[in-house]
Every structure is written in C-alpha cells, then in structure tokens.
C-alpha cells in the first residue's frame, strides 16, 4: 500500500509560480515511477508530468515543456511539481499519482493517487 499527500496548491495571477509536493509513504521506490495530472472542470484528467524515481528520466505534456519541472527528493520521498509562467488554463485540480516500474503518460497504468490540490490562475 502507498499513500500519498499533495500539497501547495493554490491561487496565483499569471505570469506567477507555484511548487507542489507529493509526499509517499508505504512500500519502497526504487522500482516505480510517480506522475503528475489535473483535471479542469468539464474536461477529462490529463497527464502532466511523469518521473522514473531510481533514473530521474521525465516526461512532460508539451503545453507545459519549459515552464514545468518534475523532480525528486529520495530522501524524502517526495515528488515536485515546479510551476513557472503558469497561465489560466493551468486553472485545475492537480493529482500526483505512483506506479510500479518505469514512467508512463497514462493514468490507468497508476495505481495510487493522491487527494488533489487545487491550483488556480487569474488573468
């Protein structure tokens, strides 16, 4: 069993930034990946971004390549989402989620997910 708690969400003005946590706990990582995504009201979840924990090798959706970045504290188990020049149709609850092996941008291959953050962007 894994749990996972999310963090940091909130509400920002464009052009701002924001960093959210996901906080494991339960069975080990070194064998498993972790991802990022949201879901906007009226639109279906959508992946984000995704890290391989014993690798460090991400994946990004393209809307969010080099204004996003994902990483890892071992240590701490914990996973980061880095949000830079977040735009309002960032506007969406924000779910990190674990799997088993390596990264993938597919939320049925998660098997864990967290509560969700809500993140917010004003124009």
């Known amino acids: 069993q894994v749990q996972l708690v999310e963090s940091g969400g909130g509400l920002v003005q464009a052009g701002n930034s924001l960093r959210l946590s996901c906080a494991a706990s339960?069975?080990?990582?070194?064998?498993?990946?972790m991802g990022w995504f949201r879901q906007a009201p009226g639109k279906e979840r959508e992946f984000v971004a995704a890290?391989?924990?014993?690798?460090?090798?991400?994946s990004y959706l393209d809307s969010v390549k080099g204004r996003f970045t994902i990483s890892r504290d071992n240590a701490k188990n914990t996973m980061y989402l880095q949000m830079n020049s977040l735009k309002p149709e960032d506007t969406a609850v924000y779910y990190c989620?674990?799997?088993?092996?390596?990264?993938?941008?597919?939320?049925?291959?998660?098997?864990?997910w967290g509560q969700g953050t809500q993140v917010t962007v004003s124009s």
């Open positions: 339960g069975r080990t990582f070194s064998s498993s990946a």
């Open positions: 890290i391989t924990w014993s690798s460090g090798d991400t």
């Open positions: 989620a674990f799997k088993w092996g390596v990264r993938s941008t597919s939320s049925g291959a998660y098997k864990y």
